[in-house]
């Protein structure tokens, strides 16, 4: 809430929504979690597609200072899928506790169903949320599954935080769930307002309600399911509810939310409006005649968008001017915002229970008493380890006790006390803990002493376990190996050679030979005039990267020369893979370099598409 409030109580607040794609990218991106949510200055923000999980709710990422928060997290793993929803509502408050704050709410629910409390299906409450009882309870818990939605009570109005599902138009599985999900929840809103509740709704639905609010709508445009359901919700269609920013700007066109996040679109501004907040109900005055009198009359002083949030900002390279190698920092979405004003206090109240500073991973599991004892008895055994290896160096201690620990730990039984396998046991009994001490002492002495003797060989050793673990190998690894296994035949023959490199101009293919009887290896040294002595390592490791350099020319070469050239501006095209699921789907093509864009300007993507071959080119 504004602190700049009248004496009256009446106050001013700020409301934002914004699809974040992904929450810790875009703390990376502001450097804290308080950087971006002081970024907007607002009193209640709310995030969409989080992209945590339950377990990964930590304390960077759920609590900031002077701000409370409420999670709901994806709980299923269909298609194997995890993390890839979620949504959050951070209030910003002068205290937690005994708030008469309108931000801070008074109730707070994970999900629209009423079945999840904290994350999980409540065994002690079956009962679902009102209005919900003639749907199945199995239907109710798939809608609310994938943390999509948070409701917050905030006294004067009930606000709900919503990640709308996106649904392809040929995928009927989706489709059918986002139907069931818009049916319960519109079941849930008319339950309230039936209860005289003031409505406010958030998020992205992932529905453009009309056609000013996409670019270039296609015929089958208003025939789409989902725009009829949201356009029957709205205020002039026989609905209650108010779109506040059209509300605001009935006819401003261009009025974008969320453009491709791989086409470059935000360049053109090439987009659609699926960021919404909308709202329902009387105002807050009392005594007041009910005509001309609702929400956004008397109580909305402003709402808009938030573009200096887009990715693409003017004085940006062109993506087909080398643009493409740059990532574009931020969210594919733009947040919305609205100012309330003439908002009054409500009484007195804590911060609700399912607020993340009440989370297990922030606040720490309460411990018992006979873990304590037990974790006591642990550290006086490990004390007692550390005093019976004193004679050894002090890096061998510490190593013989650390292993003590972790014995003393594992063979602790329910009561508290330690079994006889533990490391202080063991060591008051026979001493075996040092002498296995002193053995590694022993054993990593004599490997220190190896890797001085023959620095070389244990280098190569390294090496070849590095590749065992399977990492990435670059371009020059190849032509490396290549030279390493001529240089073993050239060791095992006793003698020394050159890599003669021939660079041939219809081809450019390079070859390595090596002479393995006398006479060619006189005629390989005579007409070099090098005497068979250790080669110099400076010239083999420049030798090896002019072999990589040359090759790596040629195969961008024989790459620019399969690229086809698009039709409008005659550029080079770039490659894409399919990866929508069917008969294409891994299937390579071509498309134009530019940006997407209206297709009346000449300077946006021409439309040229072309498939790949199949067969590649030699």
């Given at each position: 809430?504004?602190?700049?409030?009248?004496?009256?109580?009446?106050?001013?607040?700020?409301?934002?929504?914004?699809?974040?794609?992904?929450?810790?990218?875009?703390?990376?991106?502001?450097?804290?979690?308080?950087?971006?949510?002081?970024?907007?200055?607002?009193?209640?923000?709310?995030?969409?597609?989080?992209?945590?999980?339950?377990?990964?709710?930590?304390?960077?990422?759920?609590?900031?200072?002077?701000?409370?928060?409420?999670?709901?997290?994806?709980?299923?793993?269909?298609?194997?899928?995890?993390?890839?929803?979620?949504?959050?509502?951070?209030?910003r408050v002068r205290s937690a506790f005994s708030s008469r704050e309108v931000a801070l709410p008074v109730a707070a629910e994970e999900g629209f169903t009423g079945l999840l409390?904290?994350?999980?299906?409540?065994?002690?409450?079956?009962?679902?949320?009102?209005?919900?009882?003639?749907?199945?309870?199995?239907?109710?818990?798939?809608?609310?599954?994938?943390?999509?939605?948070?409701?917050?009570?905030?006294?004067?109005?009930?606000?709900?935080?919503?990640?709308?599902?996106?649904?392809?138009?040929?995928?009927?599985?989706?489709?059918?769930?986002?139907?069931?999900?818009?049916?319960?929840?519109?079941?849930?809103?008319?339950?309230?307002l039936q209860q005289g509740r003031r409505l406010f709704v958030v998020g992205d639905l992932n529905i453009a309600p009309a056609a000013i609010d996409r670019c270039e709508a296609?015929?089958?445009?208003?025939?789409?399911?989902?725009?009829?359901?949201?356009?029957?919700?709205?205020?002039?269609?026989?609905?209650?509810?108010?779109?506040?920013?059209?509300?605001?700007?009935?006819?401003?066109?261009?009025?974008?939310?969320?453009?491709?996040?791989?086409?470059?679109?935000?360049?053109?501004?090439?987009?659609?409006?699926?960021?919404?907040?909308?709202?329902?109900?009387?105002c807050l005055h009392e005594d007041c005649d009910p005509l001309g009198h609702n929400l956004v009359a008397c109580h909305v002083k402003d709402c808009d968008i938030l573009t200096?949030?887009?990715?693409?900002?003017?004085?940006?390279?062109?993506?087909?001017?080398?643009?493409?190698?740059?990532?574009?920092?931020?969210?594919?979405?733009?947040?919305?915002?609205?100012?309330?004003?003439?908002?009054?206090?409500?009484?007195?109240?804590?911060?609700?229970?399912?607020?993340?500073?009440?989370?297990?991973?922030?606040?720490?599991?309460?411990?018992?008493?006979?873990?304590?004892?037990?974790?006591?008895?642990?550290?006086?055994?490990?004390?007692?380890?550390?005093?019976?290896?004193?004679?050894?160096?002090?890096?061998?201690?510490?190593?013989?006790?650390?292993?003590?620990?972790?014995?003393?730990?594992?063979?602790?039984?329910?009561?508290?006390?330690?079994?006889?396998?533990?490391?202080?046991?063991?060591?008051?009994?026979?001493?075996?803990?040092?002498?296995?001490?002193?053995?590694?002492?022993?054993?990593?002495?004599?490997?220190?002493?190896?890797?001085?003797?023959?620095?070389?060989?244990?280098?190569?050793?390294?090496?070849?376990?590095?590749?065992?673990?399977?990492?990435?190998?670059?371009?020059?690894?190849?032509?490396?190996?290549?030279?390493?296994?001529?240089?073993?035949?050239?060791?095992?023959?006793?003698?020394?050679?050159?890599?003669?490199?021939?660079?041939?101009?219809?081809?450019?293919?390079?070859?390595?030979?090596?002479?393995?009887?006398?006479?060619?290896?006189?005629?390989?040294?005579?007409?070099?005039?090098?005497?068979?002595?250790?080669?110099?390592?400076?010239?083999?490791?420049?030798?090896?990267?002019?072999?990589?350099?040359?090759?790596?020319?040629?195969?961008?070469?024989?790459?620019?020369?399969?690229?086809?050239?698009?039709?409008?501006?005659?550029?080079?095209?770039?490659?894409?893979?399919?990866?929508?699921?069917?008969?294409?789907?891994?299937?390579?093509?071509?498309?134009?370099?530019?940006?997407?864009?209206?297709?009346?300007?000449?300077?946006?993507?021409?439309?040229?598409?072309?498939?790949?071959?199949?067969?590649?080119?030699?």
């Amino acid at each position: 809430m504004s602190s700049d409030a009248p004496e009256d109580g009446e106050r001013t607040m700020k409301l934002v929504t914004y699809n974040v794609n992904g929450l810790r990218q875009r703390i990376s991106q502001f450097g804290s979690l308080l950087r971006l949510l002081g970024s907007f200055d607002a009193d209640i923000i709310c995030f969409q597609e989080t992209k945590l999980r339950r377990q990964e709710l930590t304390a960077d990422v759920v609590m900031a200072e002077g701000y409370e928060s409420f999670f709901s997290c994806t709980r299923t793993s269909d298609k194997g899928r995890t993390g890839y929803a979620g949504v959050a509502t951070f209030c910003r408050v002068r205290s937690a506790f005994s708030s008469r704050e309108v931000a801070l709410p008074v109730a707070a629910e994970e999900g629209f169903t009423g079945l999840l409390r904290n994350g999980r299906k409540d065994e002690n409450q079956t009962r679902v949320a009102g209005g919900l009882e003639d749907f199945a309870e199995d239907d109710l818990l798939q809608v609310d599954s994938e943390g999509r939605c948070v409701i917050t009570d905030h006294g004067h109005f009930v606000l709900f935080n919503i990640y709308g599902p996106r649904a392809d138009s040929d995928d009927a599985e989706r489709t059918d769930f986002k139907l069931k999900f818009y049916k319960i929840l519109q079941r849930r809103w008319e339950y309230l307002l039936q209860q005289g509740r003031r409505l406010f709704v958030v998020g992205d639905l992932n529905i453009a309600p009309a056609a000013i609010d996409r670019c270039e709508a296609g015929p089958d445009f208003e025939k789409n399911e989902f725009r009829k359901w949201l356009r029957s919700m709205l205020v002039g269609n026989g609905g209650p509810f108010f779109d506040i920013f059209r509300a605001k700007h009935p006819d401003r066109k261009d009025a974008y939310t969320c453009w491709p996040s791989n086409t470059g679109a935000e360049q053109f501004n090439f987009g659609s409006r699926i960021d919404h907040i909308l709202c329902t109900g009387s105002c807050l005055h009392e005594d007041c005649d009910p005509l001309g009198h609702n929400l956004v009359a008397c109580h909305v002083k402003d709402c808009d968008i938030l573009t200096i949030y887009k990715r693409w900002k003017p004085g940006n390279t062109p993506r087909w001017k080398g643009g493409w190698s740059t990532k574009l920092e931020g969210s594919d979405h733009a947040p919305v915002y609205v100012c309330l004003e003439g908002i009054v206090d409500v009484s007195q109240h804590d911060t609700p229970s399912i607020s993340a500073r009440y989370f297990p991973t922030i606040r720490g599991i309460q411990q018992t008493i006979v873990s304590v004892l037990m974790k006591r008895q642990v550290s006086e055994q490990v004390e007692v380890c550390r005093m019976s290896t004193s004679c050894l160096e002090e890096d061998v201690t510490i190593r013989s006790c650390s292993r003590g620990t972790k014995i003393s730990f594992d063979d602790c039984d329910p009561s508290g006390s330690l079994s006889s396998k533990s490391c202080a046991s063991s060591n008051q009994k026979s001493g075996s803990v040092n002498l296995e001490a002193h053995e590694q002492s022993h054993n990593v002495t004599a490997v220190g002493a190896s890797d001085i003797a023959d620095g070389n060989q244990y280098s190569e050793v390294k090496k070849k376990a590095k590749k065992g673990q399977g990492s990435q190998l670059s371009l020059r690894s190849f032509f490396q190996r290549s030279s390493d296994s001529c240089n073993k035949d050239e060791k095992s023959s006793g003698n020394f050679s050159l890599n003669v490199v021939h660079t041939q101009k219809s081809d450019d293919q390079t070859n390595c030979n090596f002479a393995n009887d006398e006479d060619s290896r006189s005629i390989q040294q005579n007409d070099l005039n090098i005497s068979a002595s250790p080669l110099d390592q400076s010239s083999v490791g420049k030798g090896k990267n002019n072999v990589a350099l040359l090759e790596w020319q040629r195969i961008q070469q024989l790459m620019q020369n399969s690229i086809p050239l698009c039709k409008g501006h005659s550029e080079p095209c770039v490659s894409r893979v399919v990866k929508k699921a069917g008969p294409n789907f891994g299937r390579r093509f071509y498309t134009c370099p530019r940006a997407e864009g209206p297709a009346s300007n000449p300077e946006a993507n021409c439309s040229f598409f072309k498939w790949a071959s199949s067969k590649s080119k030699q």
